[in-house]
């Protein structure tokens, strides 16, 4: 079992900068993706980046491109999201998730285990 804690949401205005952060514990997630996904009320939950067990291929949502940037610190059993020039559509709960697989993979079913989500409010 591995569990997930995001941490780092809050409210911020539109133009500014937040950097979430996801911690595991109860197993090392170096061998899983990892990966960034939102949902606000009424939609479906919707993917935003992933990263690669070793970091090395990212992947990001054409709504973030250029703006959001995925790591992982391997030795901290952590993963971010810098999230920069923030956008009010940019408002919802973000949840980190891990899975034991290849590449930086998009969909969530994906990944095997999710965080409790961390809200982030962009105001304008």
């Known amino acids: 079992q591995v569990q997930l804690v995001e941490s780092g949401g809050g409210l911020v205005q539109a133009g500014g900068s937040l950097r979430l952060s996801c911690a595991a514990s109860?197993?090392?997630?170096?061998?899983?993706?990892m990966g960034w996904f939102r949902q606000t009320p009424g939609k479906a939950r919707e993917f935003v980046a992933a990263i690669s067990r070793a970091g090395v291929t990212t992947r990001y949502a054409d709504s973030v491109k250029g703006r959001f940037t995925i790591s992982r610190d391997n030795v901290k059993n952590t993963v971010y999201l810098q999230m920069n020039s923030l956008k009010p559509e940019d408002t919802a709960v973000y949840y980190c998730?891990?899975?034991?697989?290849?590449?930086?993979?998009?969909?969530?079913?994906?990944?095997?285990?999710w965080g409790q989500g961390t809200q982030v409010t962009v105001s304008t």
């Open positions: 998730a891990t899975g034991p697989v290849t590449g930086a993979p998009l969909v969530a079913t994906a990944y095997d285990f």
């Open positions: 109860g197993r090392t997630v170096n061998n899983d993706a």
